[in-house]
């Protein structure tokens, strides 16, 4: 497969696209005749590179200048504690590192290092492709250990369009970093696609950033239905108009759904199915909850899907090679599917989330997926977003507790007793359709709830 700058450059036309970052915006026809990386571009042929910038434009200048010229590029989050760094360093055998100018890392990380720049630097550059770049993302399993995940360029963008969209004038964006497979594959989309992206920025307030958007006139955004929730709560969702709105990461519930499209009611609502190592499976753009079960089988298209043991299972030709390192599980099984984790039901020839198998809260030996009360919970106009998860219980073992952000206005005043009615209200409507372990022993309205910088709920023991 071409490389990014090669399948940027190889319409012999003006190079098309342009990275719209918090502290500066960079047209990558500037690429042609400069570097992000000075004059050391041509010093890491061949290397493993870590890229450890803590600003995603510098991040995202050298996702494309290295792509063809390094060996391997290892995308590390800016959130990675330190202590990690030298294990993954050391996994990845990375011989180099790409870091921010003026944030110089432990010479001991990597022998050679390289300091990224949002401004460029003019002079020759050979962008020849020497190498079928490999790429390396970071996940998290249970215990929040990183684990290197091992990438293609193919199989992170597989039949992503290429330069289509920009006679359209489309302008994507998303909540997600781009060094997270979510917000990856959306700087693969505009990249790929010749449109202009706009990044977020760590620690950017959502006002601030869909502000920024608005002015660049984004016409795709993506990001969790967390980011999502956040973003309507803020009173700022008004401030985009777009076409296209795409939820990954977490399940999409049916009041989001219909709330999204109450927000945007032009738009393309789709809600997709994508994980680290299995890649993109499917998006759904029908504003339902789930996916149709005409989905699940062989031979439809490039993904094959199977449910089995209640968790959804995948393999496709966008699936990652391996993980990296002697102390990691085999990424697939024998015949090349990918457990998610991620348990689904069958009803009326739909599947929908249950939750992922290792977030079960067990109620005195009954089982109970947070997400499944917390989309009843959610359905009540009058809530934003909750959180269900377990507290300690003597005989149970365990009992569900909730945590519920209620949107603006909505917020009951404690003297009227209004507080005590809603929750009663809430919790009559969980008795209503879920078994009696399932309804929440305790509700309480809290302002806010903590996101993973990854925009996913913070969930006990996940």
């Given amino acids: 497969m071409a490389s990014l700058w090669e399948s940027l450059a ?95 890392p432990d010479a001991s990380i990597a022998p050679y290092g390289v300091a990224a720049h949002p401004s460029l630097t003019p002079g020759p550059v050979d962008r020849r492709r020497t190498e079928q770049t490999e790429w390396v993302l970071l996940t998290s399993g249970t215990t929040g250990a990183p684990k290197l995940v091992l990438h293609t360029l193919a199989s992170l963008a597989g039949t992503l369009p290429r330069q289509q969209a920009a006679a359209g004038g489309s302008v994507w964006s998303t909540f997600y970093d781009i060094r997270r497979f979510g917000g990856l594959q959306i700087f693969l989309r505009a990249v790929l696609g010749g449109s202009p992206l706009v990044l977020s920025s760590a620690g950017e307030p959502i006002r601030d950033f869909l502000a920024r958007a608005a002015a660049a006139h984004v016409t795709h955004i993506s990001g969790t239905p967390s980011h999502w929730r956040r973003a309507l709560m803020s009173g700022a969702a008004t401030l985009i108009a777009p076409k296209y709105v795409r939820l990954s990461g977490e399940i999409a519930d049916q009041a989001l759904l219909d709330n999204l499209r109450g927000a945007y009611p032009a738009a393309r609502i789709a809600h997709a199915f994508a994980s680290t190592e299995a ?172 996101l993973t910088p990854a925009g996913k709920l913070v969930r006990p023991g996940a």
């Fill in 279 to 450: 890649g993109v499976a499917f998006d759904v753009d029908d504003c339902l909850a789930g996916f149709p079960a005409a989905l699940i089988g062989q031979g439809r298209g490039q993904v094959d899907m199977k449910v089995e043991d209640g968790t959804l299972r995948i393999r496709s030709g966008r699936t990652a090679t391996r993980y990296l390192g002697a102390d990691v599980n085999v990424l697939a099984s024998a015949d090349g599917y990918v457990d998610t984790g991620d348990m689904v039901e069958l009803r009326d020839e739909r599947y929908y989330f249950a939750g992922r198998k290792g977030g079960v809260i067990n109620v005195g030996g009954l089982k109970v997926h947070p997400e499944e009360v917390e989309a009843v919970i959610n359905a009540d106009p009058r809530v934003r977003m909750s959180l269900v998860r377990a507290r300690q219980n003597p005989i149970m073992g365990a009992v569900v507790v909730a945590d519920v952000v209620l949107v603006d206005g909505a917020s009951p005043t404690l003297d009227s007793g209004s507080s005590e009615s809603l929750k009663h209200q809430l919790l009559d409507a969980c008795r209503r359709v879920l078994p009696a372990h399932k309804v929440p022993t305790m509700l309480r309205f809290v302002p806010a709830l903590e």
């Fill in 10 to 104: 190889q319409t012999g036309g003006p190079i098309p696209g342009a990275f719209l970052g918090l502290e500066a915006s960079v047209a990558l026809a500037d690429l042609s005749k400069a570097s992000s990386l000075g004059t050391d571009l041509e010093a890491l042929r061949g290397r493993s590179v870590l890229i450890a910038t803590h600003s995603q434009l510098t991040a995202a200048l050298a996702l494309v200048e290295l792509d063809g010229i390094a060996r391997r590029m290892v995308l590390c989050t800016p959130d990675l504690p330190r202590e990690h760094l030298g294990r993954i360093s050391a996994t990845a055998a990375a011989d180099a590192i790409v870091f921010e100018e003026g944030q110089p």
